[in-house]
């Protein structure tokens, strides 16, 4: 819950951005982060909110641990399962199927 | 079970550097060193990439109170069950739903036709109680990197008047305190949560250090990170050096998110309260400010927590370690319970319920994660 997950902003109305995580598409609410963004940049979204604007440089180091997350598709990882928590594609957690 | 026996550094050539130096480090030391980190996302990276069977037999790094989840007190459980059981629309996060309070959950709750919704995010809580006229809670738990989207949520105007927060929210600083002044510790120094850190500064533990003399290093939550912030960990602690150090620096600041402060500390105040097994925590809670006091469930609503307490905890649940082992005084072996009584499908405490908890991470993980046969990839 406390490890949030960058994505690639594509679009800004107000304070919601349409962000791009690994081709899923959320909306996030910028009200806490505290930097100007704009389009292409990255953010780190934790329950639905960019809690950060990541550098330009610190992208690279910083998306690695989660395609490595990503790549996992067995099922039964906690962190890649927290991760797809975090894009909210399967509901923060589990409610009915506990990972096994 | 996975993970644990894949070490993928993505860059092996540094994370052998990083092991050699905490294995010189130790041998200079010479003697036992015990570390704690604070932070489910560091339990969960150490026992996949089977991190601790890199470290010297002589350092022991303990999970200490990091899981939101698991520190979330029994009567608070319980005030959420009652809520449900007065006929309110519970809504908090799924991690939530099958954690025990004195004798039920919010699952059980759910079970016996009470309304409880899951949702990623306060925003969708929100909406619920845009689709109706009933109570709608949103139970809000975890720390403060998930307090200030509560707090921004809780200054907005528009919200609908059915709309009320029971805050079970944490702030992390205090329980390391706790666990620091407590006689029987052995620990020397924290790896701090670098996302938390995002959020506070790690400014903020200067305060800490220079009270309990003891090293906090920020790190992040690749392997590196963590093998980076062990090092500089180990490296303090060797030298006696009371000091913060960012090993985290591309996302964490000494100030932290200004803005995200700002509002926190606006809709919340630091409160005692207790932590779930481990003990009264001397401004470890997080409490609505009273110009928010018509969001905040417990002065809306007579709330009746014995509603839910039923006949009290079960004779399982009290012989549960979850509190010792989240002050690091023992681990999920030393627990009779622990992958007998107590295992995910059927958990007695709430370490073996949340993806955060130290029981449910060793089990899922292979049981205990610093097994030799995990040695070799970097090593």
Known sequence: MCLGIPGRIVEITGLTAVVD??????????DLVDEPVKPGDYILNHVGYAIRRIPEDDIEGTL???EELLR???GGDLMAEDVAGELGSLGPAHPKGEPS | MNGTTQMKFRDPARAKALVDRLHALMAEIGRPV?????????????????LRATFPKSLNMIMGPGCPVCITDQPEVDEAVALVMQGATVATYGDMLRVPGTSKSLADAQAAGGRVEVVYSIDQAVAIARTTTDPVVFFATGFETTAVTTATVLLRDDLPSNFTVLSAHKFVPPAMNVVAGMEESLVEGFLAAGHAAIITGWGIFEEFVEKYRMPVVVAGFEPLDILAGMVALVELVGRGTPAVVNAYPRCVTREGNRRAQEQLWRVFKMQSGHWRGIADIPEGNL???DEFAHRDARRVYRVDPALAAGDGPSDLAVQCLCGSIMVGLKTPHDCALY?????PENPVGACMVSSEGTCKIWWQYGGRPDVAAMIGGAR
């Open chain 1, 21 to 30: 995580f690994w081709g899923v598409r959320k909306q996030v609410a910028l």
């Open chain 1, 64 to 66: 690695a641990l989660y």
């Open chain 1, 72 to 74: 996992e598709t067995d």
């Open chain 2, 34 to 50: 015990n570390v704690m980190h604070v932070c489910g996302s560091h339990e969960q990276a150490m026992a996949r990439f089977g």
């Open chain 2, 287 to 289: 409490e609505i400010r």
């Open chain 2, 339 to 343: 992958g007998k009584d107590c295992v």
